[in-house]
């Protein structure tokens, strides 16, 4: 049974730093890219960075480049997404999505989709 939890979510100043995980169980996440989406009220889903299975490659979207960091534990089953210097217009619901196969940019090739963790940005 393919399980996976976002955790890490919460309320952070401006300039502040969350870390988000993505904790999976019930298949082979060393098989799986991943990918972190994230989608504000009234606004479009937006890829914020991806890794490949091994982790030996990443990308990321211009917004976030410099202050996100993706990573990948296969030996705990895990994902993070660090953020640093946070900005307001970083508030959003953050989604982690797994694909058995290469890394994409396009969400409707990820094959699950986790929960969700909200992330807001305020002072």
């Excluded at 999976?24 to 799986?32: E, I, K, L, T």
């Excluded at 410099?66 to 997404?81: C, E, M, P, V």
């Excluded at 953050?94 to 969700?116: I, K, V």
Aim: one cysteine or more; aromatic letters at 12%.
């Amino acid at each position: 049974q393919v399980q996976f939890v976002e955790s890490g979510g919460g309320l952070v100043q401006p300039g502040g730093s969350l870390r988000l995980s993505c904790a999976a169980s019930g298949f082979s996440f060393s098989r799986y890219s991943l990918s972190w989406y994230r989608q504000a009220p009234g606004k479009e889903r937006e890829l914020v960075a991806g890794i490949t299975s091994d982790g030996g490659r990443t990308n990321y979207s211009d917004s976030v480049k410099g202050r996100f960091t993706i990573s990948k534990d296969n030996a705990k089953n895990t994902a993070y997404l660090q953020m640093t210097s946070l900005k307001p217009e970083d508030t959003a619901g953050y989604y982690c999505a797994l694909r058995d196969g290469s890394l994409t940019r396009n969400a409707l090739e990820y094959h699950y989709w986790g929960q969700g963790t909200q992330v807001t940005v305020s002072s």
